[in-house]
């Protein structure tokens, strides 16, 4: 039981390239989140899944998009990378709301 | 907008000694509030989670508290130790899915 797996662990990008940041889970849980966490700062919410075929905005979404179509995947697609990107993506995941969130270790991104 | 604010961003202190670590909110309309552990360049572990109708959780040496009418929870860790040593983070959810950051306290315990 692996929990929620991220990859890649590290990557450097160049301005205008594009990527996707995988993230995997094994706990069948029904909600999945993408953060991004910039340095000496808190986590803020990319995008969100409640479940499969469902995906919704968060707090900074400009920039990424996602897909969901399983349970087990959500992965966070980049398409034109831009320094502002640079930062450590998380991801985590929820069974149902107000119930303890379990992460990812994180995938540190640099865009150069 | 809801505010979540961490006070202090460091903390130092000897082994042994109790502290307590403080977060405070600006919207007390809240669903619940977590508590985080994260150790340098991991991921974030949940350590106690305090739903909007209770007061405080436990969990070994922790022990999280929750007022929300002053929009404020402590953090309590027991007998410290070097092992104790992460940055901790405090989130509130208001709504299903919309959980907000502090920007965290970073805890170094020394032996």
């Known amino acids: 039981n692996a929990g929620v797996t991220q990859t890649p662990k590290f990557r450097i990008l160049k301005i205008g390239q594009s990527m996707t940041l995988q993230c995997t889970q094994d706990m069948n849980h029904n909600y999945m989140y993408w953060y991004r966490q910039d340095p000496g700062m808190g986590l803020k919410l990319i995008y969100y899944s409640v479940g499969a075929g469902i995906t919704d905005k968060g707090e900074v979404p400009n920039g990424y998009n996602v897909s969901r179509s399983t349970t087990e995947d959500f992965p966070l697609r980049l398409e034109l990378a831009a320094p502002s990107q640079t930062s450590v993506y998380f991801c985590?995941?929820?069974?149902?709301?107000?119930?303890?969130?379990?992460f990812g270790s994180g995938t540190q991104l640099s865009v150069l | 907008k809801q505010e979540v604010t961490q006070i202090p961003a460091a903390l130092s202190v000897p082994e042994g000694e109790n502290l307590v670590l403080n977060c405070s909110f600006t919207d007390s309309a809240i669903y619940n509030l977590q508590w985080f552990r994260q150790d340098p360049g991991k991921g974030l572990t949940s350590l106690l989670l305090i739903q909007s109708s209770q007061r405080e959780q436990t969990s070994g040496r922790l022990n999280a508290s929750l007022d929300k009418s002053s929009g404020r929870s402590t953090l309590y860790i027991a007998a410290s130790q070097p092992g104790d040593s992460a940055t901790y983070l405090c989130?509130?959810?208001?709504?299903?899915?919309?959980?907000?950051f502090g920007q965290g306290t970073r805890l170094t315990i020394n032996p």
């Open positions: 989130a509130v959810k208001k709504g299903a899915q919309k959980l907000v």
């Open positions: 985590a995941i929820e069974q149902y709301p107000g119930e303890k969130l379990f």
